[in-house]
């Protein structure tokens, strides 16, 4: 058996890249941008709008945002943080806080494809760093490519396994490689009989939607536009507490109760 390449790692000895970026004390303090005076594409204010009604708390809704934010620019730019900041009414370092913390956010500008190869134990020890080295060989350098190791994505038992622009597909051999790279290229389906979503799952009961949950009751307030109010919020503060969803017969027994 060959020996794997080593895992490559920036010179902290950490797999991300910008944990040691030193902070600009120097600078003013952050303030919440006006959405009055910020100019913001209207598909990415009316994606996050959608993305914060969803929550009691606006702040619940920051990582679809910067999705969202990342998806039409390409990256976490700084103006793309004004303007999600702008629309959510948060400061923009609240914003840079989580996009420098969540490794699929990229704060420097990147190549349009994301392949991340889990390289975590589980993973390695059914081949992740041959499949690694063997991406990059195919790859040949592709500035559209965004190729990097991760240190986990969580789906061990599609091992070895690699997101593909969020796209879950494994388990991966060699082979695999020069496929991949053929349908970024081409712009298809990556590997669509490898993808984690047409994967059986081993509960019956889940396709089935065998439990159903009871709505919040009705007494419970529910904000519109995650607790900000109607004519927008400059301080940065939580929304209340998310009403607890149960399933129904054991909302039906605390009612009882």
Not at 205 to 217: I, L, S, T
């Amino acid at each position: 058996m060959t020996p794997a390449s080593p895992v490559p790692r920036f010179g902290h000895g950490s797999r991300v890249s910008g944990w040691d970026d030193p902070v600009d004390l120097s600078k003013d303090p952050a303030v919440v941008p006006d959405l009055a005076t910020t100019e913001v594409p209207e598909q990415l204010r009316e994606e996050i709008e959608r993305a914060m009604a969803k929550y009691p708390d606006r702040r619940s809704a920051v990582i679809p945002a910067l999705h969202a934010a990342q998806a039409l620019h390409g990256w976490c730019s700084p103006r793309a943080i004004v303007q999600v900041a702008a629309v959510m009414q948060l400061t923009p370092a609240y914003l840079t806080s989580v996009a420098t913390f969540y490794d699929m956010f990229s704060t420097r500008p990147k190549p349009r494809h994301d392949v991340f190869v889990c390289t975590n134990i589980s993973c390695s020890l059914r081949g992740a760093d041959e499949f690694y080295d063997a991406l990059v060989a195919a790859s040949a350098q592709d500035p559209d490519l965004n190729i990097r190791s991760f240190e986990c994505l969580g789906a061990c038992d599609i091992a070895p396994m690699a997101s593909v622009d969020g796209e879950y597909v494994g388990p991966l051999t060699p082979e695999d490689a020069p496929r991949i790279v053929a349908d970024l290229r081409t712009g298809g389906p990556v590997l669509e009989h490898k993808q984690l979503r047409y994967r059986r799952c081993a509960d019956p009961g889940v396709a089935a939607g065998a439990q159903e949950f009871a709505p919040p009751p009705p007494e419970v307030p529910r904000a519109d536009t995650a607790g900000l109010p109607p004519g927008g919020d400059t301080v940065d503060r939580p929304g209340p507490s998310a009403p607890v969803e149960l399933p129904a017969e054991e909302a039906e027994q605390e009612q009882e109760q």
